[in-house]
Each structure stands twice: as structure tokens, then as C-alpha cells.
Nanobody, 125 residues
Framework: QVQLVESGGGLVQAGGSLRLSCAAS????????MGWFRQAPGKERDFVAA????????YYADSVEGRFTISRDNAKNTVFLQMNSLEPEDTAVYYC??????????????????WGQGTQVTVSS
């Protein structure tokens, strides 16, 4: 099991930026992928972005492509989500997730075996 701790959420005006961080500890060897999901009130948890740990290749939901950037620092076992041009529709609790499985589908929450507690992002109009 991997322990994940998110930070960096907050309140920002539309058009602004935030940077989320997620620090992993515990069973971090052989991590395959880490990702970000988000959940707005009354809605399902949706995929935002993911990064393959070894290669650094990023994957994005269509709704954030070109605005958000995922990156990782292997030495610090930390993944980042740089969010620019934020919109009120981006308001949600953002969750960090991790998986050791290369057979998981990056956009499906069921494929991740560890989750953080979530951090609130609120974008005002």
C-alpha cells in the first residue's frame, strides 16, 4: 500500500492558477502510474490526468488538455498538477491516486489501488 498526501488546493478566481502536489510514501517501489481525479458535489469521480512513473508520459482528460500539466519528481516520490486558466467548472475535490499495475487503464479509477484524502479546489467566477 502507498500512502498519498495531497496539498496545494484553495480558492482562486477564474483564469487563475494553482499547483497541486501529492507526496507518496510506503510501498513506492515499482510504482507504475500516478493520477489525479476530481469529484464535484453530486457527481461521479472523474479522471483528470495521469503520468507513467518510469517514462513521465502524461495523459489528460479532454476537459483539461492544454490547461493542466502533470509531472513527477521520482527522487521525491511526488506528483504535481499545474492547473492554469482555471474555470468555475474545475471546482471539485481533487484526489491523487497510485497504482503498481501496468495493466490498469489510466482513466479508470478502479485501476488505482491507493488514494489520497483529497484537496478542495474552488474557482470563483
Amino acid at each position: 500500500q502507498v500512502q498519498l498526501v495531497e496539498s496545494g488546493g484553495g480558492l482562486v478566481q477564474a483564469g487563475g492558477s494553482l499547483r497541486l502536489s501529492c507526496a507518496a510514501s510506503g510501498r513506492t517501489s515499482n510504482l507504475y502510474r500516478m493520477g489525479w481525479f476530481r469529484q464535484a458535489p453530486g457527481k461521479e469521480r472523474d479522471f483528470v490526468a495521469a503520468v507513467t512513473w518510469s517514462s513521465g508520459r502524461g495523459y489528460y482528460a479532454d476537459s483539461v488538455e492544454g490547461r493542466f500539466t502533470i509531472s513527477r519528481d521520482n527522487a521525491k516520490n511526488t506528483v504535481f498538477l499545474q492547473m492554469n486558466s482555471l474555470e468555475p467548472e474545475d471546482t471539485a475535490v481533487y484526489y491523487c491516486a497510485a497504482t503498481h499495475s501496468p495493466y490498469s487503464v489510466y482513466a479508470r479509477a478502479v485501476g488505482y489501488d491507493s488514494w489520497g484524502q483529497g484537496t478542495q479546489v474552488t474557482v470563483s467566477s
